[in-house]
């Protein structure tokens, strides 16, 4: 069966390949009996939040009525529905109609996870090598949506590496309705797919979540030992080559002075505000010198998985998403260790350290992005 992604697509497409198409796909959605008194002399309802294959796309309405016979078969809540397309209109007015020709609720309790399988397996393999995947896993954030269904964000390797596709852009977000999983809202979970659909030449890829296997939660001791386990399995000579890159970088960012370090603290500071009613607050910061060190505290916002996954990194790019951001957290963080042999991060649920001790016989270690989780009661 062919996949269809836009209406642009279909336009083009043969008459036999649409019928195929909606024949087999299956749209998910949000059903509610909230229409004017009017449409109830046709309809029943309508859905909402409409996703086709666990994804939004050009193919999805943004709402469509249920006809009046499927009154009392369908209740509120989510819901999974066929559709045919008037192929009349869409010939001859290049109008997009789709009417509902199968509907039913999703039920979350009692419900058996299927198997699911991906639509080519020779597909998938050769996703896996060109995008260097060691397995089927991957990390992301999950958001809850309205309908029930969650939206998987900031998708990574199962080592919390950033996956970058081969057009430089990230993998777009995974829309995933769940069935037996207790998911709570923004945790980051590692999680099965299958590679649901492919367009190879504008390097798109779709996916379904896999929920016969588990779901692991990625807790924040979680995250920075899958960090340090990624480093520390680096090839000598990959490592042998971040050790001198972080080496001239902190020469590059030092040149004018090691004071430089103090500047790059301040502004990772005020490029993080805290947010209170969506307005940005000022950050008051302290510095604290005593004999063996220096204490820099601050009022912004705590640090995130993707703030700890920069400065664990080199040039991550992480405050691109932040127009109001200054600099990078990745590389002017780095500017620390001019003098320094050992830095202690204590923000949020994450408490952890840089050390070169840790490391000082183990060659071609860049201990400068290689987390330790340290309890914060043993600092």
Avoid at 104 to 115: A, F, R
Avoid at 250 to 268: C, D, R, V, W
Avoid at 282 to 292: R, Y
Avoid at 301 to 316: G, L, M, P, T, V
């Amino acid at each position: 069966m062919r996949i269809f992604n836009s209406k642009k697509e279909l336009i083009e497409a043969s008459d036999k390949d649409i019928i195929s198409f909606f024949k087999e796909v299956k749209f998910a959605g949000k059903f509610d009996t909230n229409i004017t008194n009017e449409q109830k002399e046709k309809y029943c309802g309508k859905v909402t939040d409409i996703t086709i294959g666990g994804e939004i796309n050009n193919i999805c309405p943004k709402f469509i009525y249920v006809p009046i016979k499927y009154a009392g078969i369908t209740s509120k809540g989510s819901c999974e529905f066929k559709c045919y397309i008037k192929l009349k209109l869409l010939r001859e007015k290049n109008a997009y109609n789709l009417q509902i020709s199968s509907i039913k609720n999703l039920n979350s309790t009692n419900l058996k996870v299927p198997i699911i399988k991906s639509f080519d397996l020779t597909e998938e393999s050769t996703f896996k090598r060109n995008l260097k995947l060691k397995d089927n896993l991957f990390i992301g954030q999950f958001t809850l949506n309205r309908d029930g269904s969650f939206t998987i964000r900031d998708i990574r390797r199962s080592d919390f590496s950033k996956l970058i596709l081969q057009n430089g852009k990230e993998q777009q977000p995974i829309v995933y309705h769940p069935k037996n999983n207790n998911i709570q809202d923004g945790k980051y979970y590692e999680f099965s797919w299958v590679l649901n659909g492919a367009r190879k030449d504008e390097y798109i890829y779709l996916f379904k979540v896999n929920e016969s296997k588990p779901f692991k939660e990625i807790s924040a001791r979680e995250l920075i030992n899958r960090l340090h386990n990624d480093i520390m399995g680096y090839p000598a000579g990959a490592g042998q080559k971040i050790v001198k890159m972080l080496d001239t970088l902190k020469n590059q960012l030092t040149a004018s002075g090691k004071e430089i370090f103090i500047y790059e603290l301040l502004q990772n500071a005020n490029d993080y505000p805290f947010i209170e009613n969506d307005v940005p607050q000022k950050v008051n910061v302290e510095f604290h010198i005593t004999q063996e060190s220096l204490l820099f505290m601050h009022s912004g916002s705590d640090f995130n998985e993707k703030n700890i996954a920069a400065i664990c990194s080199i040039n991550d790019k992480e405050k691109t998403d932040n127009k109001d951001a200054i600099g990078y957290k990745g590389i002017g963080f780095k500017t620390v260790f001019l003098d320094n042999n050992y830095v202690y991060l204590q923000t949020n649920d994450f408490s952890f350290r840089f050390d070169k001790e840790e490391t000082k016989d183990i060659v071609d270690t860049p201990w400068q992005i290689l987390p330790i989780w340290t309890n914060y009661n043993g600092f």
